[in-house]
């Protein structure tokens, strides 16, 4: 039998003289100085960049990475020159995949359903939901699977278990034969049909440690350290394994990702490493164990799947068996609190017509009512719960759901009506949910879905007088009203160094997270990721400095970070964890700031993209002039108070800007008597790079930034 | 991120012992250091093993001029009969050690001094050797009833009439086929040490391979015999060991609390004083006394027995013993047996602790003598504690000096213990639990090149540590996993080696391993009669594997080895099938025929033989090659 070391030093040596051709073919059409890139990153080719901390912009230097994969690639027989080999198969890989990318071009485009290179964006989306282990890890599948069936299967099966799947090679088509809904949104990524596109996966994991665990690049052991206790992912690798899949394996066990297979010709097993399973309807369970994923277990009583992997998932027009649109036909979701003796725990009640006796492709009313009851139950709590609607229905298979209170929208598709879903699944659906997540404050909980257009009515009346008094406490609920602020150290698990304070009026970075959402997190473990931060006294109230939170920030961060202020993006500003949904950065020009959300992956003025931007902190480092936010930050009154307020806001993508608009203009009609502030703000139909042509904007419309005093001062 | 720890250096432990050896100076004390400098160029007869002094005629000692003894006895015979000895006396030891202990769970009573505390394991030994678990008429026998019979069949091992060991058969069937065919199968403990001493009475055998045979037999009668029922009997009384989490150098010697040492290797009178020192009644006396608490530490073999089954800090090893004298802040050191300087009575005097003696089979003159036994062990143990605590107003603050040295370290690694970590690496898919299969993958993957038990003393023959120190890192470093015993393992306790972050001195197959299986690199399976352990470890691998004891990647290695127990224990390790790299040379040098025999002659017996470099470096080069020898050999 081969020996495995043998296996692994000879497949790397194939993947080396693959890349030395690829190389070779490259130089052959361009010169040295050619750029070579990846797509939407701040982080260069990923893995080389971490483990060297070399950029690689070149051709040129690309080659002489070359010489340090070599270099790599020591022969004693030991593991440490079986990890360092694997490492450097990646990167080999990595030089494969890049050169394909010269010239700006998408190489994978109409070749198939490959999506190739994952964008910083889409990683850093990834953050929260790794956190809560709403995600709880990621798998490669690697070749063919013994049929198109079972390739399937097993990637349902991760899907139903909310695992992220990378498909590399073969199971791509075994996936599209079968008509497998794909795509980052679905968790399910099909990432190229040759071995060396396993590095834009290998990327992911690496890029994860530059950006929540503050990495520095280089730092060879510190990453693998990092994705070794951090990140979970496994690898699949179906029959046959040839020695240059070997080689990569050796790598993802390097970086602490177990290898599962079911090709036991020539294959040494490695406890909780390399795993030989000849039943590939056993991977799935087979590689959670092998990597000691924590799955989140929610079996609820539906006849379709229910997992975060379907949050993203899109129902076309032509795909929906049924509708709800509040824009159009009353619908509303609603929670109240009761007294918890007059309800009756997991009764769930129908009025009105079901899902069947509508037709296809019809419109329907829809209330979600949910009444709560519970000892330690607070009506601070009820709109808390009420957001959750959102991300829990979605992960409905079949259900999408979008905005929230009276304006929801509802689809449910043909097949999962065809599967038999029907209203009361709804109720299931949230009953458990909240049940699961809000156990210690919620006794019992009772659901009622109504479809009735005159009770519909009836309870949108009813909820909107609550609506506004809700609307009027959050108007009330401010930095100076209330006595203790939350830390928030939820992201600790992959940001070691992080710590969120969430005030009511500055929520977590992420957006995930605001004051009453910390509360009621306290609430349920005391001793949980939100601790109370007693304000007690500002040393300065305008900057935000309080001793307790400098304190808290302190202890929770391990004693990596002193000071924060909170209104001060100058000034100690808040750390990020890397998952924020917005950075804000400096434009010196005009003095002001711009912010980019995750999604907008153009250019910004600052010469930036979001992804560059985002590089510049995260992983828990303080970055004078940079931060990470959350959405409804901006429209705060205490956003950037210390530095000017949101009249600094210079520039917004025009999705972002209409998203907030309606709240910004009556903080900035408060704050500054100014209307529609908006207007003031350029996006990228004025302008998206050119910082001269920002400031005539801003000057047209006598943006109020141009009075405000240098921020550098 | 990596290698944050700070362990501690050869230089910086050789630091603290010149700075203790300097006070032994002021208070005019002597030291070991001082009696090796007056006992240097030791008797070149005695050091080769070519003097006899087995009978009046002599003692004869052999020279090219005068090549054989008054009785015709040449330098062969004289060496091989030496060597014979101290195989006997090195099994006496151990065995005699373990026949107590059998005393002890004999007279075990529900109410009394010493309890049952593993009965799952006696139901185990129970059923291994026939004896019922119920009564005639079908009821469930009492746990001391079986404790009783279960002793009683022990206590045959030593001299039973007729037949033959039982533990024996514990070995994979390989090893059992080939000592009944080199009929060097033990009979009985006694019988095997008395035909020992019976052989090399003068007038008796000279053959030196006839000696070596016995001194295998002999050995096994130990390895597989009294030390291993030591290690049981140990178990069900006193539990077997689980992952405690210690301390270990002389820095846990405490300024402001009552210092009460344990030293030597019988854990019967150390459990007694450890349970009597954290009594209510002893703890509020020491209160009363205006007295923080009572510091009970270990040191020796008996600091291993107790740090791995009650977490009690290890203050040193063999050669430390007169140190933690030295600092002048230990109330009371009380012994029990073996590797016990008579020197202490007298260094004893020159600072306010009380020594004290308590078995018989160690009496020391100067030394406080208090008889110990199991029927009044708590009264006799409380007695001790007392005295001590009412010693410490003695203490004369000027004269005591603490080293602040220490580390931190997880002990309790028996083989129930790493079947249980090893279960957790397992894959409930495709694995079985309660196997040594997974560290068998992981060797033959070559993740793990193979695994050394280092065991043994230390010898001021050599630096003393540095062989243990420089041999261990160099195995973590080259991905072979250490398990270790005795002094040995002190050392490693001392260096920081038995700490989880030892890892990063590993190469990346140790150091992942031990990530996987939240172990630190050495483990430290218990005292030097727990070797019997690492034979039942070694034992377990070959059968899980599916190959002879003699193919596996595993070896044994005394880097500093000194006492007879250890010649003892080298040959049942040899025995076994194992390897043994010593660091110190066998005294039989003076015979060609007995050099070869160790060496080679048993590897044809049993497939196992000593390797021998008194520096550390050469050894642990040659033990890397024999593994990888082995490797190569299975075609791994």
């Known amino acids: ?713 | 991120m990596a290698d944050v720890r700070k362990f501690t250096t050869i230089e910086e432990m050789e630091a603290d012992t010149k700075a203790l050896v300097q006070r032994a100076c002021d208070v005019c004390a002597e030291t070991w250091q001082d009696r090796a400098e007056m006992q240097k160029n030791h008797c070149k007869f005695g050091e080769t093993g070519v003097c006899c002094r087995n009978c009046s005629m002599g003692p004869c000692r052999i020279t090219p001029k005068a090549p054989r003894g008054i009785c015709g006895a040449d330098e062969h015979a004289i060496a091989a009969r030496n060597y014979l000895r101290s195989i006997s006396a090195g099994t006496s030891s151990h065995s005699d050690h373990a026949r107590e202990i059998l005393h002890v769970l004999h007279s075990a009573k529900r109410d009394g001094a010493y309890q049952i505390r593993d009965e799952q394991k006696l139901i185990r030994l129970a059923v291994e050797w026939d004896v019922a678990l119920r009564t005639a008429d079908g009821a469930e026998r009492d746990i001391y009833d079986i404790g009783r019979e279960v002793a009683e069949k022990g206590l045959e091992e030593f001299g039973k009439a007729f037949g033959e060991m039982r533990f024996p058969s514990r070995a994979i069937q390989e090893r059992q086929d080939l000592w009944h065919k080199e009929d060097i199968w033990p009979r009985a403990i006694d019988r095997e040490v008395v035909t020992a001493m019976h052989m090399t009475h003068m007038g008796n055998s000279a053959d030196p391979e006839a000696l070596i045979r016995q001194g295998l037999r002999t050995s096994i009668a130990n390895g597989w015999g009294g030390s291993m029922l030591g290690t049981e009997i140990t178990d069900i009384l006193f539990g077997t060991p689980t992952v405690w989490t210690t301390e270990g150098n002389l820095g846990v010697l405490e300024h402001d609390m009552v210092n009460l040492v344990v030293h030597g290797h019988d854990p019967v009178f150390s459990e007694a004083l450890v349970m009597a020192a954290e009594s209510k009644e002893m703890v509020d006396y020491c209160k009363s006394k205006g007295i923080k608490g009572i510091n009970v530490v270990g040191l020796c073999c008996t600091a291993n027995e107790i740090a791995m089954r009650h977490g009690v800090r290890m203050a040193g090893n063999f050669l430390q013993q007169e140190n933690a004298i030295l600092t002048g802040a230990v109330e009371m050191m009380c012994v029990d047996i073996q590797c016990i300087f008579p020197a202490l009575a007298q260094l004893s005097k020159c600072f306010h602790t009380k020594f004290v003696t308590s078995s018989p089979i160690a009496r020391i003159p100067g030394s406080d003598y208090v008889e110990f036994k199991p029927e009044n062990a708590m009264e006799n143990a409380t007695q001790l504690v007392r005295a001590a605590i009412d010693n410490y107003e003695n203490r004369n603050p000027e004269r005591v000096w603490i080293p602040a040295t220490k580390q931190t370290a997880t002990v309790g690694y028996p083989t129930e213990q790493i079947i249980r970590h090893l279960d957790n690496i397992t894959n409930s898919n495709v694995d079985e639990l309660g196997s040594y299969k997974p560290a068998v993958e992981a060797i033959k993957a070559g993740v793990l090149r193979g695994a050394v038990a280092i065991v043994g003393c230390n010898n001021p023959r050599v630096r003393p540590d540095y062989s243990h120190y420089e041999i261990i890192k160099e195995l973590l470093k080259n991905d072979i996993l250490v398990v270790a015993t005795g002094c040995a393992a002190q050392l490693a306790t001392k260096a920081g080696l038995l700490n989880k972050e030892a890892r990063y001195q590993c190469g990346d197959g140790l150091k992942r391993v031990c990530e996987l299986m939240d172990i630190p690199p050495v483990l430290h399976m218990g005292a030097c009669v727990d070797i019997s352990r690492m034979m039942l470890l070694a034992n377990g691998i070959a059968r899980d594997w599916g190959v002879k004891l003699t193919e596996i990647p595993v070896v044994g290695c005394a880097p500093e080895w000194m006492s007879e127990k250890a010649v003892s224990i080298a040959n049942y390790v040899v025995s076994t099938g194992l390897d043994v790299y010593l660091g110190i040379e066998p005294q039989v040098s003076g015979s060609t025929q007995m050099m070869e025999w160790i060496t080679e002659g048993t590897r044809k017996l049993t497939g196992g033989g000593f390797i021998i470099s008194t520096d550390p470096h050469v050894l642990v080069k040659n033990i890397i090659d024999g593994i990888e020898a082995k490797r190569e050999a299975l075609g791994i």
């Open chain 1, 1 to 713: 039998m081969k020996k495995l070391f043998d296996r692994a030093f000879d497949g790397s040596d194939e993947m080396y003289a693959w890349a030395e051709r690829v190389v070779a073919e490259a130089s052959a059409k361009y010169d040295d100085n050619t750029p070579v890139a990846y797509p939407n990153t701040a982080y260069y080719l990923g893995i080389l960049y971490s483990m060297t901390g070399n950029k690689n912009q070149t051709l040129g230097e690309l080659k002489q990475s070359m010489q340090w994969i070599k270099s790599q690639y020591t022969r004693e027989r030991r593991l440490h020159d079986v990890f360092t080999t694997g490492v450097g198969t990646a990167c080999a890989a990595e030089v494969i995949e890049a050169v394909k990318y010269i010239g700006g071009v998408n190489p994978y485009e109409g070749t198939g359903p490959y999506l190739g290179h994952m964008s910083d964006a889409e990683v850093r989306e990834l953050g929260v939901p790794l956190v809560t282990g709403d995600i709880p890890g990621f798998v490669v599948l690697i070749g063919a699977a013994p049929t198109d069936e079972q390739a399937v299967e097993i990637i349902k099966s991760y899907q139903a278990k909310s695992i992220y799947v990378f498909l590399v090679g073969e199971c791509c088509l075994q996936a599209e034969r079968k008509g497998l809904k794909m795509g980052h949104p679905v968790r399910v990524y099909p990432v190229g049909p040759e071995l060396p596109s396993v590095c834009h996966v290998v990327s992911v994991a690496v890029r994860a440690g530059l950006i929540f665990g503050a990495i520095q690049p280089g730092d060879y052991d510190g990453m693998r350290e990092y994705t070794f206790k951090r990140i979970n992912a496994a690898v699949n690798a179906f029959e046959p394994v040839p020695d240059i899949t070997v080689a990569c394996g050796a790598g993802a066990i390097s970086y602490g990702f177990p290898v599962v297979t079911n090709d036991d010709h020539d294959m040494w097993r490695v406890p909780r490493s390399l795993v030989v399973q000849p039943d590939v309807s056993k991977f799935v369970e087979t590689s959670i164990e092998a990597r000691q994923m924590k799955i989140k277990i929610t079996n609820i009583d539906i006849p379709v799947s229910f997992a975060t992997a379907f949050e993203g998932e899109v129902i076309r027009k032509a795909d929906m068996q049924i509708e709800a649109n509040g824009s159009r036909h009353d619908s509303l979701e609603f929670v109240r609190t009761l007294e918890a003796s007059t309800i009756e725990d997991h009764k769930i009640t129908v009025i009105g017509k079901d899902l069947d006796e509508y037709e296809f492709g019809a419109q329907m009313n829809l209330a979600l009512l949910v009444e709560v009851g519970g000892k330690k139950m607070q009506s601070d709590f009820e709109p808390v719960f009420e957001r959750q609607f959102h991300a829990w229905l979605n992960c409905i298979e079949g259900v999408m759901h979008t905005g929230q209170r009276d304006m929801i929208r509802v689809r449910v598709s043909k097949d999962a009506y065809d599967a038999g879903f029907r209203l009361k699944h709804f109720g299931e659906v949230l009953y458990a949910k909240l049940k699961q997540e809000y156990e210690q404050v919620v006794d019992r909980v009772q659901v009622t879905i109504i479809t009735e257009p005159d009770k519909v009515h009836e309870l949108r009346v009813e909820a909107n007088h609550v609506y506004d008094k809700r609307d009027e406490r959050l108007r009330t609920l401010t930095d100076e009203s209330v006595s203790d602020f939350y830390s928030c150290i939820m992201c600790q698990s992959f940001s070691p160094s992080h710590v969120c304070i969430v005030t009511p009026e500055r929520l977590g970075l992420c957006g995930a997270v605001s004051w009453l959402d910390a509360k009621a997190t306290h609430q349920l473990d005391p001793n949980g990721p939100c601790r109370i931060v007693t304000k007690g006294d500002a040393t300065d109230e305008k900057i935000g400095i309080w001793e307790n939170v400098d304190n808290a920030v302190n202890q929770f961060s391990m004693g990596a970070l002193e000071h924060v202020t909170l209104y001060s993006i100058m000034q100690d500003p808040m750390t990020s964890c890397g998952c924020f949904e917005c950075i804000c950065g400096i434009e010196p020009t005009s003095g002001g700031v711009v912010i980019v959300n995750r999604e907008h992956v153009p250019m910004t003025p600052l010469g930036m993209t979001f992804s560059e931007m985002a590089s510049m902190t995260g992983g828990g480092i303080q970055t004078p002039g940079y931060m990470g936010h959350g959405k409804h930050f901006i429209a705060s009154k205490k956003f950037m108070a210390a530095d000017g307020g949101p009249a600094r806001i210079v520039w917004l993508p025009k999705a972002l800007k209409d998203q907030v608009a309606e709240r910004l203009n009556a903080t900035a009609k408060t704050l500054y008597d100014i209307d529609n502030f908006t207007d003031m703000i350029a996006d990228e139909t004025v302008t998206s790079d050119d910082p001269e042509k920002l400031l005539e904007f801003l000057t047209e419309k006598g943006h109020p930034v141009l009075n405000l005093p240098s921020l550098f001062e």
